[in-house]
T-cell receptor, first 113, second 116 residues
Framework: RKEVEQDPGPFNVPEGATVAFNCTYS??????FFWYRQDCRKEPKLLMS???SGNEDGRFTAQLNRASQYISLLIRDSKLSDSATYLC??????????????FGKGTKLSVKP | EAGVTQFPSHSVIEKGQTVTLRCDPI?????LYWYRRVMGKEIKFLLH????????ESGMPNNRFLAERTGGTYSTLKVQPAELEDSGVYFC??????????????FGPGTRLTVL
């Protein structure tokens, strides 16, 4: 079983739609959580960190449920420019490497006009 | 401020040859990471430098891979001899502080390696 699991998609949505991505992680020692965005043939870029209390950045809302080991990303009012692959990423705090990122395979989003 | 840079952007070599990838982190960043994405798989950690020291190399696939960071500035990742399964995109990332789990890692554009 992969340490970070995501639905690969693709999610094809119209402009203006609301779309939600989910991610589960298997290692309870995971301590920090992030969503990265990766455009085609580009490098991953940090979209937002994810906190237990939930956090929002404009049209983007991230949630963490530690009990269920589940992370989500909600995108409201989708734009064409949101089309990308969204990577769920965790960092372990102990029992292994500290600091290195553990990636899911990513969820592909395509926003259509 | 310049971001993380990597060279070359693409490399096509034959099985058995040697390739050296270079990464220049953001100036002042002590932490430098190498990651790799092979086709169809997730991005995976290879190793982590803090300044010139290898903090963690648990992700290095085998002894055909050698990473160095002399002087704690740029880093090289050498593959010798290259095998077909080494094909993929090699990303370098850097971050400023050590010991902070939430410190942002900034990625370079990657080197796309193809081994024929």
């Amino acid at each position: 079983r992969k340490e970070v699991e995501q639905d690969p998609g693709p999610f094809n949505v119209p402009e203006g739609a609301t779309v939600a991505f989910n991610c589960t992680y298997s290692n309870s020692a995971s301590q920090s959580f992030f969503w990265y965005r990766q455009d085609c043939r580009k490098e991953p870029k940090l979209l937002m960190s994810v906190y237990s209390s939930g956090n929002e950045d404009g049209r983007f809302t991230a949630q963490l449920n530690r009990a269920s080991q589940y992370i989500s990303l909600l995108i409201r009012d989708s734009k064409l420019s949101d089309s990308a692959t969204y990577l769920c990423v965790v960092i372990r705090a102990k029992g292994g490497s500290q600091g290195n990122l553990i990636f899911g395979k990513g969820t592909k989003l395509s926003v259509k006009p | 401020e310049a971001g993380v840079t990597q060279f070359p952007s693409h490399s096509v070599i034959e099985k058995g040859q040697t390739v050296t990838l270079r990464c220049d982190p953001i100036s002042g960043h002590d932490n430098l990471y190498w990651y790799r994405r092979v086709m169809g798989k997730e991005i995976k950690f290879l190793l982590h430098f803090v300044k010139e020291s290898k903090q963690d190399e648990s992700g290095m696939p085998n002894n055909r891979f050698l990473a160095e960071r002399t002087g704690g500035t740029y880093s090289t990742l050498k593959v010798q001899p290259a095998e077909l399964e080494d094909s993929g995109v090699y990303f370098c990332a850097s971050s400023l502080r050590t010991g902070y789990l939430t410190d942002t890692q900034y990625f370079g554009p990657g080197t796309r390696l193809t081994v024929l």
